[in-house]
């Protein structure tokens, strides 16, 4: 009678909650394009070109899968993973890796995930208030050259990112 009883009151409680005809069927999801992301890498390129540094700089989605990634000439090879941990780390926290530079100075668990790079670098990319990517990118002397960079890159297509319908 008792497990009768808690079954009632567990069912009870799942239909207190959203109504089937309340929930969603499907899901939009706002993607960034693969021009997009080509215009960000390249223009991240064009920027650090510009203060002589060679850089490699990977742009994923908002699921931290890589669009693109460009190496300079120059760059070193580790520039490609750097560059991909640093961008798949800012998509998943949804931050600036310059704000999260010290947030794990011990060793907690989350830092030693792997594919997770807590050093500037790497920004999130978001649309009309909806993430949708984020660039890294590995190469220069600071990670605040990196940053910037990334920056240049992003700002290249701001407007089209402030203006997205979603």
């Given at each position: 009678m008792l497990r009768?009883?808690?079954?009632?009151?567990?069912?009870?409680?799942?239909?207190?909650?959203?109504?089937?005809?309340?929930?969603?069927?499907?899901v939009k999801i706002p993607r960034l394009t693969l021009e997009a992301s080509?215009?960000?890498?390249?223009?991240?390129?064009?920027?650090?070109?510009k203060q002589g540094i060679q850089i490699g700089v990977t742009?994923?989605?908002?699921?931290?899968?890589?669009?693109?990634?460009?190496?300079?000439?120059?760059?070193?090879?580790?520039?490609?993973?750097?560059?991909?941990?640093?961008?798949?780390?800012?998509?998943?926290?949804?931050?600036?890796l310059s704000?999260?530079?010290?947030?794990?100075?011990?060793?907690?668990?989350?830092g030693k995930v792997d594919g997770l790079v807590f050093s500037a670098g790497g920004v999130p990319i978001s649309a009309a208030g909806n993430i949708v990517g984020a660039v890294g990118v590995s190469g220069a002397a600071t990670g605040e050259q990196d940053e910037a960079c990334a920056l240049e890159g992003i700002k290249s297509i701001q407007f089209e990112l402030e203006s997205a319908s979603l």
């Amino acid at each position: 009678m008792l497990r009768t009883s808690i079954a009632a009151l567990v069912l009870a409680g799942f239909s207190v909650g959203a109504n089937a005809q309340d929930l969603p069927v499907v899901v939009k999801i706002p993607r960034l394009t693969l021009e997009a992301s080509e215009k960000i890498a390249q223009d991240a390129i064009a920027a650090c070109r510009k203060q002589g540094i060679q850089i490699g700089v990977t742009v994923v989605d908002r699921s931290g899968d890589a669009m693109v990634f460009l190496r300079d000439t120059l760059a070193p090879k580790i520039t490609i993973e750097i560059s991909k941990q640093k961008a798949f780390t800012a998509v998943n926290f949804n931050a600036p890796l310059s704000t999260m530079e010290n947030r794990f100075t011990k060793p907690f668990a989350v830092g030693k995930v792997d594919g997770l790079v807590f050093s500037a670098g790497g920004v999130p990319i978001s649309a009309a208030g909806n993430i949708v990517g984020a660039v890294g990118v590995s190469g220069a002397a600071t990670g605040e050259q990196d940053e910037a960079c990334a920056l240049e890159g992003i700002k290249s297509i701001q407007f089209e990112l402030e203006s997205a319908s979603l």
